[in-house]
């Protein structure tokens, strides 16, 4: 396929092993694949191309699917709304996009920033897909076309995250290092309003129905916005370090958060919460990236009933909501663990690393 003047190679098939041929293995969902009988990793090679490796030994610690072909750092992974692509993007300035029940095939690279691209975001609806970066700018790309809508500029200094509306009006917030959280209306792809604050805004994110926006910021404050208003709410001032990211989960009840400070918290953010502390967990176990400085993101599992997020150890920690136990700790990675993402559909989850891949691993059953 091609993409701007840039052609990418077609995808090669699978070889066959076991008793499936290779276009039956694609047509099984990727826990299938996953199953340490096939002992096969899908590797996307360094020139986009897919091919099959032997994997090694599988252990509750090693690698299930690992995917290779970032030139450099990846910062970002993001499931689609409807679980059937994956988005990665980091230091090399290039966006894969990868059909995970199709072959892992690339469907396509995306490139137009100029610097690394720290964030990626989808729309809730799959249509769009916007990329924030180190070039100050965010990027907005129409996932049918594969093509950038419009580049939104104003930061300035490097934009280190950014999130859509889900609900209510058509906005995106945006953070940057120089200290501003834009919004912006995205119907008419112009600057709704900004807030300016003192310190490097590190991560965003509204409420289910978009009338709330917290920020994480290097002042180790989260900050809740009435959108309307444009006015602080309130604040969250439990970290003791940096907020390197943000996440509310999918019933709304809960604002999710990682720290420098080696902690993740949950934080209920329902209306007429009784009293002024709204903390109401503590995760441990994962370590901070204090060396690099990687903005480390955090994630929910589809029903709420998982927490994850990435660390300076290589792992991948997901705890149980209710319990606060870390019920599995996945290895394969040898670098830090920039971002993990659960799979809306599947008992999946990706992580992105500074080795250069991205790992997908099924996530075991497990009794508590």
Known sequence: ??????????????TEFKDYTSSQVLQMHTPHLLQK??????????DYQMEVEPSKKYTLQSAHMQLTGHQSEVYCVKYSPNGDYLITAG??????ILDIYNNCTNLGILGSHKNAILDVAW????????????????????????LPLKKLK?????????????????????GGDEGYTKVWDLRTRKLAFEIQGKYPITSVCFTENGERLYTGCLDNIIRCYDVRKQEIEYTLDNHTDTVTGLAIS???????????????????????????????RVFTGATANTAEKNLLRC???????????????????????NSKKVIHKLGGHQGTVNETAFSPKDKLIASASND????????PDVTL
Request: charged share 20%; aromatic share 12%.
């Open 299 to 321: 994630s929910w599992s589809h029903d709420d009933s998982y927490v994850s997020a990435g660390s300076a150890d290589k792992n991948v920690y997901i705890w149980d909501f």
């Open 123 to 146: 729309q809730y609806d799959g249509v769009r897909l916007f990329t924030a970066s180190a070039d100050k700018t965010v990027q907005i790309w129409d996932m049918e076309t594969y």
């Open 91 to 96: 230091f090399d300035k290039k966006i894969l």
């Open 250 to 280: 999918n019933d709304g009840s809960y604002l999710l958060s990682n720290s420098m400070d080696m902690t993740v918290r949950t934080f209920d953010i329902r209306p007429y919460v009784q009293g002024k502390n709204r903390q109401v």
């Open 356 to 363: 250069k891949t991205v790992i997908i691993g099924e996530i």
């Open 154 to 174: 104003g930061h300035q200094s490097y934009v280190n995250c950014c999130y859509p509306s889900k609900r209510g009006q058509d906005l995106l917030a945006t």
């Open 37 to 46: 009988q096939h002992k096969q990793d899908l590797v996307l090679s360094s």
């Open 1 to 14: 396929m091609s993409y701007g003047n840039k052609i990418i190679p077609s995808v090669p098939k699978f």
